[in-house]
C-alpha cells in the first residue's frame, strides 16, 4: 500500500520520543478520556538492547509533524496509532500492514496489539481480517477510597530494593511469574531493567518485597507514580508461596506508598491470561477500562 499524498514514513530516533509521546498522549485521551503514556515509558522502552529502532519503529510524518507511529516488540507485540485529526485517510490500514510486514522481516509468525474495546482500532482490526486474543483491563482504586490493611504470614516482612543487590533478584521473580502465562516472550534482564531499575527517574522505594522468615525474598512490586496516579507495573509472587495473601498484601502496600508519594488513585492492569482479576477485586479495585488484544499470522 502506498501512503495519501502528502505523507512520508521514516524510522523513528531517540530524539522523536516527546513527539511520540505527544501522539499516543492525544490518542489516548480520544480514546479512552484519561492519558496513561509517560515519556519515561518510551525512553525505556526504546532502551531495551533487544529493541532496534531503526528497524522495528516508524514514523509517518505530514509537513514535518509526527501524525502516526508504529513500533514491533520482539516480531510479536505492536505499539501504533494514528492521531485522532488524522483518522479516516487510510493512515491506520497502511500502519497495520507495515506493523505486519515488520513482523514478517524480523522472522515472526504471529503479531497483535492490545486496543479499546468498541474503539476505532479494534474496527480496524476487525475489518483486516484480525482474530481476537486475550482480553485486558484496566483497574482503578479511586480517590478517597479506603484500603483496607493487608497482615502477613508471621515471619513475613516488605522492604525496599537494595541497589546493587537485588535486581536480579526481582527480575527472577517477574520473569519466573510471567513465563507461566499462555503466549508470553520472555524477557532478558537487560530488557526488564530498562524498563524498571534503569526507567529514567527510577528510586529504590518503587521495589518492594516480600520477604519470608528465612530472609528469602518470594514475592515482588514495582510500583510507578505519576501525575497523580501510582501505577502497580508488575506484581508477582513465587509459584510456591501463593495462597498466602501475598501478593494482596505487596499490593495494599503500593497503594498506600502511592498515596504518600502524592498519588490521589491507583491503576494497574491485568489480562484473562493471569486469572488475577478477582484478586484485585477483592481488594476493592474497579475497572475503568476495557481492552481486546487482536491477532494476526504474518
Not at 35 to 63: C, H, K, M, Y
Amino acid at each position: 500500500m502506498n501512503l495519501p499524498p502528502g505523507l512520508v514514513a521514516r524510522p523513528l530516533v531517540m530524539s522523536d520520543a516527546s513527539a511520540v509521546h505527544a501522539l499516543f498522549a492525544a490518542a489516548e485521551l480520544a480514546d479512552t478520556g484519561e492519558v496513561a503514556v509517560e515519556l519515561e515509558d518510551i525512553e525505556g522502552g526504546w532502551q531495551r538492547p533487544s529493541f532496534d529502532l531503526e528497524q522495528e519503529s516508524i514514523g509517518v510524518f505530514e509537513n514535518g509533524t509526527l501524525v502516526a507511529a508504529g513500533e514491533v516488540y520482539k516480531t510479536r507485540r505492536a505499539e501504533a496509532t494514528v492521531h485522532p485529526d488524522h483518522r479516516g485517510r487510510g493512515i491506520g490500514t497502511w500502519l497495520a500492514r507495515w506493523v505486519e510486514d515488520c513482523s514478517r522481516r524480523r522472522g515472526g509468525s504471529l503479531v497483535g496489539q492490545s486496543v479499546p474495546v468498541g474503539g476505532s482500532a479494534e474496527r480496524l482490526y476487525q475489518s483486516l481480517g484480525y482474530r481476537e486474543g486475550w482480553r485486558a483491563w484496566v483497574l482503578v482504586v479511586p480517590e478517597g477510597a479506603a484500603i483496607e490493611p493487608q497482615p502477613l504470614p508471621r515471619g513475613y516482612v516488605l522492604r525496599d530494593l537494595v541497589v546493587g543487590e537485588d535486581e536480579e533478584t526481582a527480575y527472577r521473580l517477574v520473569e519466573d511469574a510471567f513465563n507461566e502465562w499462555p503466549d508470553r516472550q520472555p524477557s532478558t534482564f537487560d530488557d526488564w531493567a530498562a524498563s524498571t531499575v534503569r526507567r529514567p527517574g527510577f528510586e529504590p522505594w518503587q521495589i518492594r518485597f516480600a520477604v519470608d522468615d528465612r530472609g528469602t525474598a518470594v514475592g515482588v512490586a514495582f510500583l510507578i507514580v505519576t501525575e497523580g496516579c501510582g501505577y502497580v507495573d508488575q506484581l508477582a509472587v513465587r509459584s510456591d508461596q501463593r495462597g498466602k495473601g501475598l501478593a494482596r498484601a505487596l499490593l495494599v502496600d503500593a497503594f498506600a506508598r502511592a498515596r504518600e508519594h502524592g498519588a490521589a488513585r491507583s491503576e494497574l492492569s491485568t489480562d484473562s491470561r493471569t486469572g488475577a482479576l478477582p484478586l484485585y477485586e477483592h481488594v476493592g479495585m474497579q475497572v475503568s477500562q476495557s481492552y481486546q488484544h487482536w491477532v494476526t499470522d504474518v
